[in-house]
């Protein structure tokens, strides 16, 4: 089994990673994805996916961020692997990419905000790839 990880920058692959987005970001439409997409990319957004024998199976949405505490690094807003292929490794494969990549690229810190209801994959980001639990993130609708 051949498994490649790649940046996606067309609309094509951005639509065929719209099927494994859309099952942690539910609320999305196509429209309403591709629209914010264009927008989070004006930005400076990039998407990842991993492939295994040319199938599309995992997801990562990220983008530079430069502060006080975490100096420059990379922040994962969406990682998602396809629900038919979970537990099997795959988002594991990405996250390691990614950190590889973003050491290369001059990242100090790679960094990702995860749903407080997420038992499971705060158990993987802690216990499996040595993640610090180092804060609360909050917002508020305006």
């Avoid at 530079?64 to 100096?71: A, D, G, K, M, Q």
């Avoid at 609360?136 to 305006?142: C, G, T």
Wanted: aromatic fraction near 16%.
């Amino acid at each position: 089994m051949t498994v490649t990880i790649k940046q996606l920058t067309t609309q094509q692959e951005w639509m065929e990673a719209y099927a494994v987005m859309v099952q942690l970001r539910t609320e999305l439409t196509v429209e309403k994805y591709l629209q914010l997409l264009k927008e989070m990319m004006k930005d400076g957004y990039m998407l990842f996916a991993l492939y295994e024998n040319m199938n599309m199976l995992a997801v990562a949405g990220l983008s530079w961020r430069v502060n006080f505490y975490s100096e420059r690094h990379i922040f994962v807003y969406d990682l998602v692997t396809d629900e038919q292929y979970r537990s099997r490794g795959y988002g594991e494969k990405l996250l390691h990419y990614l950190h590889e990549w973003g050491k290369e690229n001059g990242a100090h810190y790679i960094a990702l905000e995860s749903g407080i209801q997420r038992i499971s994959a705060h158990r993987f980001y802690e216990d499996q790839l040595g993640y610090e639990k180092w804060c609360y993130s909050f917002r508020k609708v305006l």
